[in-house]
């Protein structure tokens, strides 16, 4: 394959020297990250960020396809790849004949519904509290695409006093509706960062014969991963949130029962031959995001892994919610403590006379919120209530906790 002058691979491998030792908050922000160092960043969780040795390393793999783009797409792209599914597949627990790298979760899971061999009369379960994108697949799905497929919502309301307390309504609308054959879950819901007992809703879907599609978009990274454990039929979750890729990658594992009828957005050249390479050869396409997922694993070893990590975000995200309710009279959305994600939290927001509560009226009130100061972060409309969503990661601390609950203290005195 390789025996043309030039032909062969480089071996590239992330420089991890002082990852080891680099200190969390400020230090590793100025010494491994482009974040502009006069924003507070509160909002990791919606499109991460790429560290500057990811980054650099990406950049090799781009002048190499501008210095050949005939072998890149031809030959070395795809043993890149190859190598990167590896090592994903090596980091979740999963058989890399049965795991593929995608742009996103939501690409993935259209890719996966608009696959699905359904029937007439067949339904489709989402939740209330599905991501608002892939509602919008399912709404879309069962009303333009396929009208003869029922769609089915589970109303997740506000408290979750356990994760029983899901398992119940789980059990219950299966056993109401057995015409569900697909079942979408949630392992880390968002913006309402709930961990749902997925491996329990997994054996439940199964005994009701429901093919179970699992969005854990935010899930790698944040929460330990193994894929023969989970069982799902298709598990999806996104490199470039909690594990420092580049965007935009997500790995999709699937149960090898199910290859026959998954096929990619675009039909192309390898039709027919192994899903790994339909997948990759989807058109001229960028690669080298999927290619750089086993350097931002390699980072994310190298800089402590998970134990060390979330150990750092959990009591960082913690603190702030304390600093919240102690100073500012703010509460916590109400999940209990076990189900909740290490580095994401609610704290419901007082009524605005200006900002009636409303959805429609979220983003003026983050503008007015946010903007012209040194912080960015995430409002949401969920159950009637305006809540702040932030989301932590290992550049952000006290310092910069002090900044955000500052600015949201000041807007609250001059707008309540």
């Known amino acids: 394959m390789f025996g043309n002058p030039g032909c062969k691979p480089k071996k590239y491998e992330l420089d991890i020297h002082g990852l080891s030792s680099v200190n969390y908050g400020k230090e590793i922000k100025e010494k491994e990250f482009f ?14 960020t790429v560290p500057r040795r990811v980054h650099d ?9 501008e210095e ?6 031809r030959i070395t792209a795809k043993h890149y790849m190859d190598r990167a599914r590896q090592e994903v597949a090596d980091f979740v627990g999963a058989d890399v004949e049965s795991l593929l790298l995608v742009s996103n979760a939501t690409t993935a899971i259209n890719i996966i519904v608009k696959s699905f061999p359904f029937k007439s009369g067949d339904a489709i379960l989402d939740t209330s509290l599905t991501y608002g994108a892939v509602k919008n697949l399912c709404a879309d799905f069962t009303s333009r695409l396929r009208p003869d497929v029922n769609r089915i919502i589970l ?9 029983d307390d899901i398992i119940l309504k789980y059990e219950e609308i299966l056993e109401q ?7 979408i879950l949630d392992h880390i819901t968002s913006p309402t960062s709930i961990v749902m007992p997925v491996e329990r809703l997994v ?10 599609v699992i969005d854990g978009a935010h899930a790698i990274g944040q929460i330990p991963l193994n894929m023969q454990t989970i069982g799902a039929d298709v598990y999806i979750s996104n490199l470039h949130k909690w594990c420092f890729a580049p965007r935009g990658v997500a790995f999709m594992s699937f149960d090898n029962k199910h290859a026959g009828w998954i096929h990619p957005s675009n ?6 031959l192994s899903l790994d390479k339909q997948f990759f050869d989807q058109g001229t396409r960028d690669h080298t995001p999927y290619i750089c997922a086993r350097h931002a694993l390699q980072f994310y070893m190298a800089i402590g892994g998970m134990d060390k990590i979330v150990d750092y975000t959990r009591q960082l995200a913690d603190t702030t919610l304390e600093i919240f309710s102690s100073e500012l009279g703010l509460e916590a959305i109400q999940i209990p403590e076990l189900l909740q994600a290490p580095n994401m939290r609610l704290v419901k927001l007082p009524s605005f006379p200006k900002f009636p509560c409303a959805e429609e009226n979220t983003w003026s009130l983050q503008q007015a919120m946010f903007g012209g100061t040194k912080v960015f972060g995430l409002l949401v409309f969920i159950s009637g209530a305006f809540y702040f969503r932030f989301s932590v990661q290992i550049y952000n601390d006290l310092e910069e906790i002090r900044t955000v609950v500052k600015v949201v203290q000041d807007f609250i005195a001059k707008n309540v």
């Open 57 to 65: 390393l990406q950049m090799k793999y781009m002048q190499e396809r």
């Open 203 to 212: 054996d439940i879907c199964h005994k009701h014969g429901a093919v179970v």
């Open 68 to 73: 050949h783009p005939d072998l890149w797409f």
């Open 35 to 48: 974040l502009n160092p006069d924003i507070v960043f509160f909002n990791h969780g919606s499109y991460g």
């Open 267 to 272: 039909t192309s050249w390898q039709l027919g």
């Open 155 to 163: 109303e997740l309301d506000f408290p979750i006093e356990s994760a």
């Open 177 to 183: 509706n057995p015409e569900i054959r697909m079942v």
